[in-house]
């Protein structure tokens, strides 16, 4: 195994342990991004806000522009000191290290509206770092449905239902179609984005329809108006679910997209059925990889990913260890590759098990297998990740880039 250094060490750790509060975090707020899950203080920690949570930022960048997720987290060795004027530092209580950071800045236009006043942080799009991503229709069917007391959501998610929290983009129940005001506001806080920051990549997402085809028409006319809007010509992706085939020849034949990213999240079906039963139900893991296989045909190998969840498998229910549960998602890699679909890894950690003293050491030993066994596999079958799909600069809870980084540099 290849030792890590610099920023993609800094980046697993930290990931890993999470940060905790102090005062300079929550100073970074007010000109940083916010991140979207606010701080949350544990019982006996101490709270200087006195309300139970505070806003902290969402992203860290180093100097050479890698970024890190911020996960906050009372039991974590690290926690930032400094300020706006003499810069930040990251400190490891354990050995005293500091490291300069930096935090995503509140540009402009998380705090501007589109023409008829809607906030453009509520017109569709977020950014992580240099990729802008489209997410115009967010509700998820699947949480609006239950199989024998089961919900169909998958274990892991936060979006939610179309509900009065999807209403401002106009997104309804059994509505397929994306209402042309949505989809015009959206494009100017497209615009707006991508003239006030460098935007490398873009990514398509959206909730699930329970009715797979349904869900590739809305996918359909997203990326036909996409691809009007676009002009600076910037790669786009597919995040859809596994979708038809003849759609998915659409999109293809149309040039709608370079990249395309059907979510399995989890590389074992046991895994998948548990963790996400209405994919296993509406569409079912045999089918999503076909899809993905199709996708492989027609973009060729490089241009086809699929993003997966990885360490919720470590959540108490499912009685795996560390070890298992890498060997389990390893296998599940080894046979995406074989078939020239590359698995992306975003950490997520297990709600349960909060009481063990190795929470933190079993989430780092699980990500650090995962990573870097997923990368020897990907140099088995000659497969690398596209610079036009995702880089050190955007992956904010992946590590793939950052260690193919690594290669080049050594190289
Ligand atoms: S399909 Fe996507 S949006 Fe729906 S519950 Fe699963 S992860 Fe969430």
Same mark, same amino acid.
């Given at each position: 195994m290849t030792t890590l250094t610099g920023s993609p060490a800094l980046k697993l750790q930290v990931m890993c342990e999470g940060i905790r509060y102090t005062a300079a975090l929550g100073r970074a707020a007010a000109h940083s991004m916010p991140n979207y899950y606010p701080y949350r203080f544990k019982p006996g920690e101490a709270d200087p806000? !006195?309300?139970g949570i505070a806003t902290i930022p969402y992203l860290i960048n180093t100097a050479d522009g890698t970024e890190i997720r911020i996960l906050g987290d009372g039991d974590s060795p690290w926690h930032v000191e400094g300020d706006a004027e003499r810069g930040y530092a990251l400190i490891d209580d354990r050995s005293g290290r500091r490291e300069a950071i930096e935090f995503e800045p509140l540009r402009p236009w998380l705090t501007q509206k589109t023409d008829?006043?809607?906030?453009y942080a509520q017109a569709g799009v977020t950014t992580h770092g240099d990729m802008l991503v489209i997410n115009v229709a967010p509700g998820c069917e699947y949480f609006l449905h239950k199989h024998d007391g089961v919900?169909?959501?998958? !274990?892991?998610?936060a979006y939610g239902a179309p509900d009065e929290r999807t209403l401002h983009l106009g997104q309804k129940t059994g509505q397929v179609e994306i209402p042309q005001p949505t989809l015009d506001r959206m494009a100017q806080a497209f615009e707006a984005v991508c003239s006030q920051t460098e935007i490398r990549h873009v990514y398509l997402v959206g909730g699930s329809l329970t009715d797979a085809r349904k869900e590739g028409e809305r996918f359909l006319q997203l990326a036909r108006y996409v691809k009007q809007i676009n002009h600076r010509r910037i790669p786009v992706a597919l995040g859809s679910g596994a979708i038809p085939d003849d759609l998915l020849e659409r999109f293809h034949a149309e040039q709608l997209v370079q990249h395309v990213c059907f979510n399995l999240e989890q590389g074992d079906a046991e895994l998948f059925a548990k963790i996400c039963p209405g994919k296993n139900r509406y569409v079912g893991y045999a089918r999503w990889i076909e899809s993905l296989e199709t996708a492989v045909r027609l973009w060729g190998r490089g241009h086809v990913y699929t993003a997966m969840v990885a360490g919720i498998e470590l959540e108490p229910e499912h009685g795996l260890e560390w070890e298992d549960a890498s060997r389990r998602a390893l296998a599940g890699a080894e046979d995406l590759c074989r078939r020239g679909i590359i698995p992306v890894y975003s950490l997520v950690w297990p709600v349960g098990g909060r009481q063990r003293p190795d929470f933190h050491a079993r989430i780092l030993s699980y990500f650090e297998t995962l990573v870097f066994g997923c990368r020897d596999i990907r140099r088995r079958h000659a497969l690398t990740i596209s610079e036009g799909f995702m880089c050190h600069r955007c992956a904010y809870m992946q590590l793939e880039c950052d260690l193919e980084r690594v290669e080049e540099v050594m190289a």
């Open positions: 806000t !006195g309300r008829d006043g809607l906030p919900s169909m959501r998958c !274990g892991f998610c």
